[in-house]
């Protein structure tokens, strides 16, 4: 199975509710990075943690890393409707000079 | 703010055919990545490249080559296009770091089908 692992697949909220994604890892890892991709977009950068940080913040967006559970969560604050998109974790390997890309969670916020 | 641009958004090719995609970034980036994605599939690293004239294979090179002649430029070869290369095409590129660590900036695709 893939390095990176998002859970749920699909999310469906309501606009100003909270959003929280979670991914899951197998290997140790030097980062762990989140991506979101508009549809019919390429990907974009959001945040990335180093493996000696826990938690990390930017705008409405929070990022956690557990790296004894081998886990991370990104929460999405006072979601938006703007906010509907694929997002995805991608994590390299200490070994290797890869990123390894999960599959993603489509989040879709309703107005 | 980085640019990476992919010469098209949509292509429509015949199997047997020949095929180039076109990838150019103005950031100079040391390190360009070619990738697919497939739904419930995520992307799937083709090649990539850490240098001009160096490439690496990725996880899923067969039926591929890439070419990199100029920093800027990284072009992806279907040798002989096939049905099951029917797919979205990720270009990216990245400054160097340690490993591939640094974050990538990504084009808008290219949505190719083969016919």
């Not at chain 1, 826990?54 to 956690?64: F, I, P």
């Not at chain 2, 098209?8 to 990545?33: A, I, P, W």
Request: hydrophobic share 30%.
């Amino acid at each position: 199975s893939q390095q990176g692992e998002e859970d749920p697949q699909a999310l469906s909220i309501q606009e100003g509710e909270n959003a929280t994604m979670n991914c899951s890892y197998k290997t140790s890892i030097n980062n762990l990075q989140w991506y979101r991709q508009n549809s019919g977009r390429g990907l974009v950068h959001l945040i990335l943690i180093r493996s000696n940080e826990r938690e990390k913040h930017s705008g409405r967006l929070r990022v956690t890393l557990d790296t004894s559970k081998k886990s991370s969560s990104l929460l999405i604050t006072a979601s938006r409707a703007a906010d509907t998109a694929s997002y995805f974790c991608a994590t390299d390997n200490t070994g290797g000079f890869k990123t390894i890309f999960g599959a993603g969670t489509r989040l879709f916020v309703k107005a | 703010d980085v640019k990476v641009t992919q010469s098209s958004r949509y292509l429509v090719k015949r199997t047997g055919e020949k095929v180039f995609l076109e990838c150019v970034q103005d950031m100079d980036h040391e390190n360009m990545f070619w990738y697919r994605q497939d739904p419930g599939l995520g992307l799937r690293l083709i090649y990539f490249s850490y240098d001009v004239k160096m490439k690496e294979k990725g996880d899923i090179p067969e039926g591929y080559s890439v070419s990199r002649e100029k920093k800027e430029r990284f072009s992806l070869i279907l040798e002989s296009a096939s049905t099951n290369q029917t797919s979205m095409y990720l270009c990216a590129s990245s400054p160097s770091g340690t490993g591939f660590n640094q974050p990538q900036h990504f084009g808008d695709g290219t949505r190719l089908s083969i016919l």
